[in-house]
């Protein structure tokens, strides 16, 4: 690993933070330990003072019985036939005597004492040792002593700090093996969503970051950078598709706007003909005005800006008095438009928006079938949530181009001749993925089904 790498893993949050915790555990071990230390130090202690009281009362007891005799026997007994581990006598007559033991005389003391025997000779080479012991002063004045190797307990002392210097390190040295890891995976995947980047920067739009698969936030990150990502790159490409559907469809009306303004010019010899040319100059220029302000609609919907403007909508009206508005102009262009709307379906949405979609859906079947088509409008509840039908007995769609006649300014070959810009079937697709609405075409044999759900 090169040293630059290094000190960027050493840098790196993961890395800060993993040792942060280290630390963190650490501190929290030392207080275990301090709390361990200083309960298994008292238990310890309180157990030997127990043991020690408890034996010299079992002493003073046989004392009480067999006399000063008696007890010397005892406790040499006790001596050879020890079960405790290494324990330590003293019995001393009244006038300081050493009647019996393993301890050399010391001055009487009731009651818990530490103290480190005082021997006749001491070997250079031999620590002293420290002993707990219980003192008692018996009923005719002779001294009764019992004691432990106090350095029982300073091995268990000592086996405790080991244990936590051992654990402490350890830790230490695991955190800062698994903070270099953790740091050095992490900066592999910020190396490459940086490379993704810096490849969409140079016009690589087609470019993703790769998910690992280990669904945790960078994962759930990369993902939501990707789907934006995508929806950046149909932008784009929608607005290099409307750039060129732009410079091809709007071609022809302009150039007939250019063609009358010539005749206007070359032509004209009365005012009459220039009338005639203006107002035919003024309809192309007016058609061309509807269609920018369509795109400019659709841009605005397709922006979303809409939703900060969003109620509750009763569909079930909406969708009735679009039917009946466009019953009369039905009945004039020679077609016969039913509905049938099911009560009480609601929708979060703008109310404008969703009269278009409708009014769109129901404009284009009356524009493209023949006179004395039907058209029935409906709306149903449907599973958990409703369906909009605009469906007619016209010449429908071939299958093949069911999915281009959303895109702006798609335009069937026979529907060529006639007026319009080829944007209404794209308003609504706009207007439907707004309100978070699907929207599909079925055959009805004879005739199209434009259904939107949701």
Known sequence: MSSARLTRILRSASFRLTLFYAVLFVASAGVLFATVYITATAAMQSDMAAVLRSEAYQLAEIHQ?????????????????????????????????????????????????????????????????????????????????????????????????????????????????????????????????????????????????????????????VSSLNAMLERIQQLMDGLRQVSSDIAHDLRTPLGRLRQHL?????????????????DAAIVEADALLETFAALLRIAQVEAGAQKRGFADVDLSELVRSVAEVYQPAAEDSDHRLSYKVEDGIHLQGDRPLLAQMISNLVENA?????????????????????????????????????????????????????????????????????????????????????????
């Open 65 to 221: 019985r067999l006399g000063l005799p008696g007890l010397a026997e005892q406790i040499a007994r006790r001596m050879n036939f020890r079960t405790r581990g290494p324990i330590f006598y003293l019995l001393q007559a009244p006038n300081r005597r050493v009647v019996v033991g393993n301890l050399p005389g010391m001055p009487p003391v009731d009651g818990v004492v530490d103290f480190v025997p005082q021997r006749e000779t001491q070997e250079p080479d031999l620590q002293p040792t420290m002993l707990t012991g219980f003192g008692l002063t018996l009923p005719d004045g002779s001294f009764l002593l019992v004691a432990q190797d106090a350095n029982r307990l300073t091995d268990m002392q000592h086996a405790i700090i080991s244990a936590f210097v051992w654990a402490g390190g350890v830790t230490l040295v695991l955190a800062i093996g698994g903070g270099l890891l953790i740091g050095s995976n992490f900066l592999r995947r910020i190396d490459t969503i940086t490379r993704t980047s810096r490849a969409i920067m140079g016009g690589d739009l087609s470019a993703r970051i790769p998910v690992v698969g280990t669904h945790d936030e960078i994962d759930q990150l």
């Open 366 to 454: 009356l524009h493209h079938t023949q006179a004395g088509a039907q058209v029935a409008l409906s709306l149903r509840k449907a599973g958990g949530g409703f369906a909009i039908e605009v469906a007619d007995n016209g010449p429908g769609i071939p299958e093949a181009e069911r999915a281009k006649v959303f895109d702006r300014f798609y335009r069937l070959d026979r529907s060529r001749s006639t007026a319009g810009s080829g944007l209404g079937l794209a308003l609504v697709k706009a207007i439907a993925g707004l309100h978070g609405l699907s929207i599909r075409l079925e055959d009805r044999n004879p005739g199209l089904g434009v259904i939107v759900t949701a």
């Open 262 to 278: 010539e005749d206007a010019r070359e032509r004209a010899k009365s005012t009459a003909d220039y009338d005639a040319a203006t």
